[in-house]
């Protein structure tokens, strides 16, 4: 079974702190993905990584940065948290070869921001 | 960019009887993939069926069946015999076939909330 892996279920931090959420896969799978995930609004894709060391914006970049140093681990980081940051974060991951491509989801993080 | 769109925010089954998930959606591409996922209450996302545009037969896993309309763009979830457990927020999503630039990352729409009652 494809396992993604969260580094916490839930968070709380305060305004203007440094935020490192962890996302681990052990499938060997290229594709790495955060998302956000808030009520009525689906989820949002805030950054992707297909490689090492690769990265791409999504569509709610904005305050937010990645790292890919290995190939099985994708973080993302919030530089300077704000309340309009807390959300559930989601972190999928899925091979580029091999039909037919569906992603797996970790269990998710709830940051709250105060 | 590729748009999706469940119009019902909410749907409500009994137990045992059937329900169906509305999707639509929005492409110019001929060649993409199509996707459900279930996210029961603090539990992790969860495929539960897929469609390749290529294939005009639909999609069947076991209680779960889909009826994609190309032409139509829609990409509907009929769950049979509804369970307890089907309870969960349902998201429809979207992924191109040729975009290797994006990741191969999905369009999701803004969930369907099923509740199923006793």
């Known amino acids: 079974d494809v396992k993604v892996t969260q580094s916490s279920r839930y968070l709380v931090k305060r305004t203007g702190e440094k935020v490192f959420l962890e996302c681990v896969q052990d499938?060997?799978?290229?594709?790495m993905f955060w998302y956000r995930q808030d009520p009525g609004l689906g989820l949002r894709l805030i950054y992707f990584?297909?490689?090492?060391?690769?990265?791409e914006k999504g569509d709610i970049p904005e305050g937010y940065s990645v790292s890919r140093e290995k190939k099985e681990r994708f973080s993302l980081i919030l530089e300077s948290a704000s309340t309009n940051q807390t959300s559930m974060y989601l972190c999928?991951?899925?091979?580029?070869?091999?039909?037919?491509?569906?992603?797996?989801f970790g269990p998710g993080t709830r940051l709250t921001v105060t | 960019a590729q748009t999706v769109t469940q119009s019902q925010p909410e749907m409500s089954v009994q137990e045992a009887e059937t329900v169906t998930l509305s999707c639509t959606y929005d492409?110019?591409?001929?060649?993409?993939?199509l996707f459900w996922y279930k996210q029961p209450p603090s539990r992790q996302m969860i495929l539960v069926i897929r469609?390749?545009?290529?294939?005009?037969q639909n999609a069947t896993e076991n209680r779960f069946s889909v009826n994609f309309q190309k032409a139509a763009k829609s990409f509907s979830l009929k769950i049979s015999d509804s369970q307890l457990g089907d309870a969960a927020m349902y998201f429809c999503?979207?992924?191109?076939?040729?975009?290797?630039?994006?990741?191969?990352?999905?369009?999701f729409g803004k969930g369907t909330s099923l509740l199923v009652t006793p």
């Open positions: 999928a991951s899925s091979p580029t070869s091999g039909s037919p491509y569906e992603q797996y």
């Open positions: 499938m060997d799978h290229e594709n």
């Open positions: 990584s297909y490689d090492v060391k690769m990265k």
């Open positions: 492409t110019s591409e001929s060649d993409y993939y």
């Open positions: 469609q390749e545009a290529y294939k005009q």
């Open positions: 999503a979207y992924r191109s076939a040729r975009d290797s630039n994006s990741g191969y990352a999905l369009n």
